[in-house]
């Protein structure tokens, strides 16, 4: 099965109705579009979308209810499968904006309702007439300080949103939702913030009936193994859901640093230094990373990244997920430009997806380890070679287990004839490369 996530990062739903056949096409198994709810609808801001005012409500800057229907058709009529952002955590900051900053959607927004039928026609659910939550769904305002504390980071504010409380209203409320999206036709759910939920708020929204048939996966931002103890190994103990695999991000960084060591790709889990192959969802890099002044200094060198992507993809493991933008960062950084934009589309992405296609479910085995490159097989048809070094690398492999011919290389188009019982690699520097058996 087809399982490499695109993650149309702030993509509008027309766009990515628009691009539907290209992305089944190019092999993405799903699509993980932005959070949905209503919000801003005059603002391009991305973080706009992370700010929701009511869950009863599809609108934003990136579409109506009619768009996004549109691409949930356009998507699954191609044979990709809908994953949507939600996010459960807390409300939009309007303070200062509004009289009523703490009920939502606030009396304003209620007026406006009334006022215009096409909130009507955006409705998901429930009765657009009356209010959806009170001061009295909200834990006391007061901002996160200790970022390592369970407790603190569960129950205070994350940077001056409003956080919900666990009550029997917003879980049922939070509930119902899911299920309308779910009639909409989504597939999956991205949990933004689930280390800032408590384990009770988790397990019953996400982990009902309702969402047996979902692929549900958290984002538990994490940057050392201290962090990964405190909020994401208990919950991938205590629930079953899927989680971004922040633990391999970290070993990544760590790997192509100047004095990482490649041997540590050979098999993270075993040292929990990735998360186990059914449950991570992996990557280079998250929307968070760029976007976000106190995470930038988590991004990898551009070209480390595209060796890591080599090795995100065409592992054997975990649901490997694309980030592709419209260039939103570079507006703040202009090293960022057209680092992401289109990145769904480049050419050695869509080489990387071919490979994952034509080996998804294949045993891997190591064929060469060093400090600075290695060589794995997916079953006995083909080769990933990656080499972080200044230096071309020329190991010597044993050929036992492999089948003998022509191999292809997807990335730079070159042909190689395996024969023999030992074969020498030629690896340029900073490079990769990933060959296929080719049928005689």
């Known amino acids: 099965m087809r399982d490499v996530i695109l993650h149309a990062f702030n993509w509008t739903y027309t766009e990515v109705a628009s691009r539907a056949q290209d992305i089944s096409r190019i092999g993405y198994g799903a699509v993980l579009l932005p959070p949905p709810l209503y919000s801003d609808e005059d603002s391009s801001s991305w973080w706009q979308r992370y700010q929701p005012k009511d869950y009863r409500v599809i609108r934003s800057f990136l579409g109506g209810k ?66 959806l939550f009170s001061p009295w769904d909200f834990n006391p305002e007061g901002d996160i300080r200790n970022w390592n504390d369970l407790y603190e980071s569960q129950e205070h504010w994350l940077s001056g949103l409003p956080d919900l409380d666990l009550n029997d ?20 759910y991205r949990i933004d913030a689930i280390k800032h939920l408590p384990l009770e708020h988790i397990t019953r929204v996400f982990q009902t009936a309702e969402m047996n048939e979902e692929f549900v996966f958290g984002e538990a931002l994490t940057a050392n193994d201290s962090e990964e103890n405190i909020f994401l ?71 480390d990244e595209f060796l890591a992507n080599v090795y995100i993809i065409c592992r054997n493991g975990g649901v490997p997920l694309v980030f592709s933008d419209h260039n939103e960062s570079a507006k ?53 070679a990656i080499n972080k070094t200044e230096q071309w690398q020329h190991p010597s492999i044993l050929t036992c287990g492999l089948r003998h011919g022509r191999y292809h290389c997807l990335i730079h188009g070159h042909d190689m004839q395996l024969a023999g019982d030992q074969f020498e690699f030629a690896i340029p520097p900073r490079q990769a490369q990933i060959w296929l058996y080719q049928e005689q």
């Open 233 to 303: 190994w208990p919950l991938m103990d205590q629930t079953t859901i899927s989680f971004y695999d922040f633990p391999l991000h970290e070993t990544l960084r760590r790997v192509f640093s100047p004095t990482g060591t490649m041997r540590e790709l050979v098999d993270p889990a075993a040292y929990r230094q990735a998360l186990p192959w059914n449950r991570g969802v992996t990557f280079s890099v998250t929307h968070d990373i760029p976007y976000n002044d106190g995470f930038r200094w988590q991004m990898l060198d551009p070209q």
């Open 169 to 188: 209203w917003v879980i049922q409320q939070q509930q119902t939702c899911l299920a309308a999206l779910n009639s909409l036709g989504f597939d999956g």
């Open 66 to 131: 009619a768009e996004l229907e549109l691409a949930i058709k356009a998507l699954h009529d191609h044979g990709v499968r809908v994953y949507v952002d939600i996010v459960f955590n807390h409300m939009a900051n309007e303070k200062g904006l509004r009289d009523d900053p703490y009920h939502f959607p606030g009396d304003q927004e209620l007026a406006r309702y009334r006022e215009q039928e096409a909130f009507e026609t955006d409705r998901l659910y429930g009765n657009l007439n009356v209010g």
């Open 332 to 384: 703040s950084y202009g090293n960022d430009r057209n680092r992401w934009n289109e990145a769904w589309q480049r050419a050695d992405t869509v080489a990387m997806i071919t490979f994952h296609n034509a080996v998804h479910g294949v045993p891997q085995w190591s064929l060469f380890e060093n400090d600075g490159f290695i060589v794995f097989a997916r079953g006995d048809r083909s080769i990933v």
